[in-house]
């Protein structure tokens, strides 16, 4: 099994962006985290991040046929890109929307997520334990919680 996991915007600024919210683990450790997972698991991860949004979707374009399944962590693109949504209904993919906090609990424009009618679940507010789960999710494994 082959799993894309996929961050958008920020991301790769993890442990300096806002620690009180988004913690200060770095997007190194999630690499080093979610690649121990997946071995313990015995699937294959691959990694994108970036801030451009067009990036991000010739990312999930490229799954097409060639992964199993996807983990996304849009970042702010989550409220903003119909692109998004629409690449992830392209592909047909079994996908996960993964966030680090609870966009509803913040502001009123975080709390629309445009790419989550393509995704078969949305694990929110766990941090980088998110992750994890959306990992066993795609993979067959029990996530530890129920996801939302």
């Known amino acids: 099994m082959h799993i894309l996991v996929i961050n958008g915007p920020n991301l790769n600024l993890l442990g300096l962006r806002e620690p009180e919210l988004y913690g200060r683990a770095s997007y190194s450790d999630l690499v080093a985290m979610l690649e121990a997972e997946a ?17 991000l979707i010739d990312a999930i374009q490229s799954a097409y046929k060639r992964v199993d399944g996807i983990i996304i962590n849009p970042g702010a693109y989550t409220h903003t890109s119909i692109a ?3 690449a992830l209904k392209a592909v047909g993919l079994p996908a996960v929307e993964v966030h680090l906090t609870d966009p509803d609990t913040r502001e009123e424009f975080r709390r629309i ?5 393509a995704c078969r679940a949305t694990i929110k507010g766990r941090g980088l334990e998110g992750y994890l789960d959306a990992l066993r999710f795609l993979t067959g494994g029990a996530a530890e919680r129920p996801l939302t």
């Open 39 to 55: 071995e313990r698991l015995g699937v294959q991860v691959e990694f994108v991040q970036s801030n451009h949004e067009g990036e």
């Open 84 to 86: 998004l949504l629409d």
């Open 113 to 117: 997520s445009y790419i989550r009618a």
